[in-house]
């Protein structure tokens, strides 16, 4: 059988590989200190050496057929090199305009596409001066390397920006206006390798302390303003000439309209209920496309809401498991520290 190269070690990896398995492709993951990892737990093979280790990317990228990624911030250099030895989807345009939110922005505004009002910043001083322009509220963000909220400062009327510049801890950052949104929404998209395109509904996410906490499959909301969050994610993965899957992080405004607010060319933790609720799941599809096979049917045979486990949540795995219809999902994680995602559950409901 072919074997699928791995960038990344996390759970979404690992649901990656399960998924592959499925369709009897190995994965052989490759990320630093990746033994016992997630993703090395069901694994056929681990590298766990630097991104900087060029022998050791070049003997990986022998050994595998394609490569992916489960981390979107993977040194571009790394991809290309990987690249003059085996095909790697996505590749490094894709990944150069994800991992810094004023590519990201500037690539999605050049499309037609709206977002909130921002502006890069590189120091208090300019901060200040943006703030001045398009705040009073705003959102402080590290350009690069943020994830579930760190990196970021809310600037309120009376915030020092200078405590706001202090608190992201770079030296590139991008102010963002205040965006009063009814909810926020994503769309994931798989692209295959002849450009074929398969999205699923547009589902409602809610946030705890800048985690994603539940999953709402799908939103509740109009069918207009979920075919402008679908049209948004097709017309951003067609201009990325993304192969791989796609999530579209999004806005809903008062008026109904959408406003892109990041996106992730991987599997996103708001594409797990997938894997219990429709034909083909996000994992799935990404093996799919980056093999180059047909993707699959994106149909729901259920809805379905989604919970995450996040750190000491992960106790409550023998309730969970006794309770009927609670669709388990651990990631084989030993150590549940504070913010951790150690795992998630997710319930069917009856289909809307
Ligand atoms: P993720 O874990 O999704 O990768 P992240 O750390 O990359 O998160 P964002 O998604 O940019 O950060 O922001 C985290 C959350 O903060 C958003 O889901 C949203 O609730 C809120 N937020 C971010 N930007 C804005 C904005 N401009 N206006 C209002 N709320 C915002
Ligand atoms: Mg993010
Ligand atoms: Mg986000």
Redesign the pocket.
Known sequence: GSTIGMLGDGQLGRMTALAAARLGYKTHVYAPGSEGSPCAQVSAAVTSAGWDDLDALETFARSVDVVTLEWENVPVAVVEHLGRFTPVHPGGKVLSVAQD?VEEKSFVNALGIG??P?RAARSAEEVARVVAEIGPR??L?STRL???????ARIEPGTDPADAWAAIGSDAGIV??????TC?VSVIVARGLDGTMAAYPAVE?R?KD???DKTLAPARMSAETAAEAERVARRIAEALDLVGVLAV?M?VTPDGGV?V??M?PRPH?SGHWTMDACHSCQFEQLVRAVCGLPLGSVERVADAEMENLIGADADRWPELMAEPGARLHLYGKAEARPGRKMGHVTRLLPRT
Do not use: M, P
């Open positions: 939110r977002t909130a921002w705003c959102i963000k943020g994830y579930d909220g760190k990196g970021q963002e206006g205040f965006v009063s949104f926020e996410n946030h800048g985690i994603l992080e806005f406003l607010n990041e992730a933790n």
